[in-house]
């Protein structure tokens, strides 16, 4: 009689989906030579999802796009490096997983500012620091959760298991939260106007309704791709020669198999006119690559691609 109605509020929680999708961690696959292989894990993106759920948050995941299409294009592949994609269109039905532009970690970082929310992914974002300032930089640092791994498949974090718990709290239904703080107002400000500019640079002003083009999803597979690779071959010391990159990418896009010193000659020509066929630029393939480096990455004079730490 007299009692008030309570209810739990449920700690936003962004997900950057690419990045636990390519995580290969626990279950590494290399080729013949000993290179380590990309890979698309879904069921670790739903095994985030479900811990988040289960420990009281709300989760949303945004997956690039050029990620999404890597997966939906090996949506039927047999091949052991590629996993369920039928998972990921399920969450997405559900609104759990929402694809955005590739410029994914800015709308990860920007989300989690506007909304107050954790946000869970290994990526350091020093080269989104350089070129976006007046995003509130000191927020992600305490909202970003990277210490996390995958046991047995299940997806494990202390940091986010104890920071959700701290933020099961309870308030009154008939009541909203008492006014925000100068720090959350001036984060949001800011993530608000860095969201309006991305959203004009990536939809070249407009907003994007309509089905990408079979030439504008061929431009993404061919990045997705090169970043898979990239991420893939400096896991194990940060860094790896350009003439790795070169040989995944004949694998993934020429069908190359087994050593590569076995290959019949001219594959690098072949690789070539691929790229050019769909980007329109006559680059030689290392050339291209530089050119399209995934940030946080850089190419030293010998031809070596280095990870920032």
């Not at 080269?127 to 909202?143: C, F, G, L, M, T």
């Not at 066929?277 to 030689?284: A, P």
């Amino acid at each position: 009689m007299g009692s008030e109605k309570m209810k739990i509020e449920r700690k936003q929680v962004v997900i950057d989906a690419a990045n636990i999708i390519r995580d290969d961690r626990g279950c590494i696959i290399r080729d013949e030579e000993g290179k380590r292989l990309s890979q698309i894990r879904p069921e670790r993106l739903i095994s985030v999802i479900n811990h988040v759920e289960e420990r009281g948050g709300k989760p949303i995941a945004l997956l690039r796009e050029g990620t999404y299409y890597s997966g939906k294009k090996r949506s039927k592949s047999e091949d052991l490096r590629f996993g369920d994609w039928g998972l990921i269109e399920n969450a997405i039905e559900e609104e759990k997983v929402l694809v955005v532009s590739d410029d994914d970690d800015l709308f990860c970082i920007l989300y989690s500012i506007q909304s107050q929310a954790l946000l869970i992914s290994r990526d350091k974002f020093r080269d989104h620091q350089k070129s976006n300032p007046e995003v509130d930089w000191e927020y992600i640092k305490k909202a970003k959760i990277s210490d996390y791994n995958f046991i047995n498949g299940e997806f494990v974090s202390p940091t986010l298991h104890n920071r959700l718990s701290k933020a099961a709290t309870k308030v009154k239904d008939d009541k909203k939260p008492e006014g925000k703080s100068k720090l959350q107002d001036e984060s949001k400000s800011k993530g608000s106007r860095v969201s309006n500019h991305i959203q004009k640079k990536t939809s070249k002003g407009k907003p994007k309704t309509t089905t990408p083009t079979k030439e504008e999803i061929d431009k993404m597979l061919l990045l997705d791709e090169l970043y898979a690779s990239i991420y893939s071959l400096t896991s194990d010391d940060s860094q790896a020669n350009l003439s790795s990159v070169t040989e995944v990418l004949a694998r993934e896009f020429l069908g190359k198999e087994g050593p590569c010193s076995f290959w019949k000659s001219g594959w690098p020509k072949d690789l070539k006119n691929f790229i050019s066929s769909i980007t329109g630029e006559n680059l030689k393939v290392t050339t291209w690559v530089k050119n399209n480096l995934p940030t946080g990455f850089e190419v030293t004079e010998k031809g070596v691609i280095i990870k920032f730490e």
